[in-house]
């Protein structure tokens, strides 16, 4: 095999295992948007504070990182039940506006609120040698151990989700409320309790995207709105509320991404951005658009 097929199959593993973790980042987007229609504009953000979250428990409490991602699993949980219950349950309405609005100056307190706790410097969580291991696949092509992790991670997700959506009561629940909202809340179910499961969820899969955000990457506290738009581009692409849509668009912007630095390092963003513009000119609704998958 030549050298420049071997170059060009190591570029699209690389997106593969990009599109993994910006997966990640759009899972949890994708869910509240097909449940609630809510547009959370602090989602990126809520990704970072969970990074720091993590590294906090690292590095003041002495936890192990991987024990310190495993609490920090409840803590989200929780807070995002919280946020939703008390919070952005009363934005919720026929008016997109207010929820928009609250979202927007949520994502600013957040950052400024990390800016106060941890300064602007970057941070990376420690994970020792892991975070450099890669697995040779023959070629000279090897693929790291946490972009792997990465990837298994963001399709177990959504399975799990998926599987939670189908065969448990609580994801019936949440379809109805999809669904109609009216006439779930007239069969019995509590709305405002199913939406502030659904974000605390989300937030779950917030801590499950810092985790693999911390470990491939530097992060500090101005970096959520980039995840945030890496997220949107995903959950659009892949058609609004689909989770396994939400899955193949994060790959779509990973591998254009990827591709793009293989031609010039400096069109890197630029080329996920423009893969983003041609699927919305071509399939504008997305490639598998569904109310909750």
Not at 23 to 51: C, E, K, Q, W
Not at 129 to 157: K, Q, T
Not at 215 to 222: A, G, K, L, W
Request: proline letters at 4%; charged letters at 10%; glycine letters at 10%.
């Amino acid at each position: 095999m030549s050298d420049t097929i071997l170059v060009w199959l190591d570029t699209i593993l690389q997106g593969l295992l990009l599109g993994g973790l910006y997966a990640l980042y759009a899972t949890g987007l994708s869910l509240i948007f097909g449940i609630m229609r809510l547009v959370n504009l602090a989602h990126g953000d809520l990704i970072v504070a969970a990074a720091f979250l993590i590294l906090a428990l690292a590095e003041h409490a002495g936890i192990n990182t991987v024990v310190a991602f495993i609490i920090s699993l409840p803590v989200m949980f929780a807070a995002g039940y919280a946020l939703q219950r008390w919070l952005l349950n009363r934005t919720l309405g026929e008016d997109i506006l207010p929820p928009l609005l609250v979202t927007f100056g949520l994502s600013i307190v957040i950052q400024n609120a990390l800016l106060q706790g941890f300064s602007a410097d970057t941070r990376r969580l420690p994970l020792g040698s892991i975070s450099g291991v890669s697995v040779p696949l023959g070629g000279g092509i090897a693929a790291g151990v946490m972009p792997l992790l990465s990837l298994f991670a963001a399709v177990a997700v959504v399975f799990a989700l998926n599987q939670l959506s189908y065969r448990t009561r609580l994801g019936r629940a949440m379809r109805a409320t999809s669904d109609d909202a009216e006439t779930a809340q007239l069969m019995g179910i509590d709305n405002a309790r199913i939406y502030a499961v659904a974000m605390g969820l989300a937030l779950m899969v917030c801590a499950v995207a810092a985790f693999f955000l911390g470990s491939r990457s530097t992060f500090d506290p101005t970096t959520g709105p980039a995840r945030l738009i890496y997220a949107f581009e995903a959950v659009i692409i892949g058609g609004l509320g689909s989770l396994w849509g939400t899955l193949a668009g994060g790959i779509v912007v990973g591998i254009a991404q990827t591709i793009g630095a293989r031609i010039n390092p400096e069109w890197q963003i630029l080329a996920g951005h423009l893969a983003f513009l041609v699927v919305l000119v071509f399939k504008p609704r997305g490639f598998f658009p569904r109310a909750f998958d």
